[in-house]
């Protein structure tokens, strides 16, 4: 862990120093972002991107990029601090990471009926997580080229939570998982 600690009002103002941005020691998880479509869902993602010190999100299709009004206000300037990068879908994110990052697991998080409980995983880095659009999930091509597809329960009427919230668990639950080993 490092110990560059900001609070919310120090980060919306601060400006990224190069020499302490580079000392942030990241971890091999990197998030794709593919075509979710909400400014705040994605702004949302980099706060938690941050706070499990991920190397990069990966925004794919139609899912806006910073600078962005809406994704600065609900990243809190997170944008600045972490690495991020463009692509046209989540296929061409997953080929470039497995060409880039050696034995990298990737998954998606959906319901599918070849889904997996999200906590009956062992994880190891490198890893990456993909989430999908708010209504579509995560798209067929993304989830057939994912070495596994999580699913977390739901107990009550609602099949699904929201995108960030998910995303959420999952990231707590791999870094739970490998800062045990």
Request: aromatic residues 6%.
């Given at each position: 862990m490092n110990n560059l600690k900001l609070k919310a009002a120090e980060l919306r103002t601060t400006e990224v120093d190069p020499e302490v941005a580079q000392k942030i020691q990241r971890n091999p998880l990197y998030i794709i972002v593919d075509n979710v479509l909400d400014t705040y869902n994605i702004g949302a993602i980099f706060r938690l991107a941050d706070a499990v010190a991920a190397e990069k999100v990966i925004l794919c299709g139609g899912s806006e990029t910073p600078p962005h009004t809406r994704i600065k206000k609900?990243?809190?300037?997170?944008?600045?601090?972490?690495?991020?990068?463009?692509?046209?879908?989540?296929?061409?994110?997953?080929?470039d990471l497995r060409k880039k990052v050696d034995g990298i697991k990737i998954?998606?998080?959906?319901?599918?009926?070849?889904?997996?409980?999200?906590?009956?995983?062992q994880y190891t880095f490198p890893v990456a997580v993909i989430v999908g659009?708010?209504?579509?999930?995560?798209?067929?091509?993304?989830?057939?080229?994912?070495?596994g597809i999580l699913e977390l329960p739901m107990w009550g009427v609602n099949i699904s939570l929201n995108v960030?919230?998910?995303?959420g668990i999952v990231l707590y639950e791999v870094m739970k998982n490998l800062s045990k080993k």
């Amino acid at each position: 862990m490092n110990n560059l600690k900001l609070k919310a009002a120090e980060l919306r103002t601060t400006e990224v120093d190069p020499e302490v941005a580079q000392k942030i020691q990241r971890n091999p998880l990197y998030i794709i972002v593919d075509n979710v479509l909400d400014t705040y869902n994605i702004g949302a993602i980099f706060r938690l991107a941050d706070a499990v010190a991920a190397e990069k999100v990966i925004l794919c299709g139609g899912s806006e990029t910073p600078p962005h009004t809406r994704i600065k206000k609900a990243s809190i300037n997170t944008t600045e601090w972490v690495k991020w990068e463009y692509k046209e879908t989540a296929l061409e994110a997953i080929e470039d990471l497995r060409k880039k990052v050696d034995g990298i697991k990737i998954y998606s998080v959906e319901l599918d009926n070849r889904s997996v409980p999200y906590d009956s995983v062992q994880y190891t880095f490198p890893v990456a997580v993909i989430v999908g659009h708010e209504s579509d999930g995560v798209s067929e091509e993304a989830m057939k080229a994912s070495d596994g597809i999580l699913e977390l329960p739901m107990w009550g009427v609602n099949i699904s939570l929201n995108v960030m919230v998910s995303l959420g668990i999952v990231l707590y639950e791999v870094m739970k998982n490998l800062s045990k080993k």
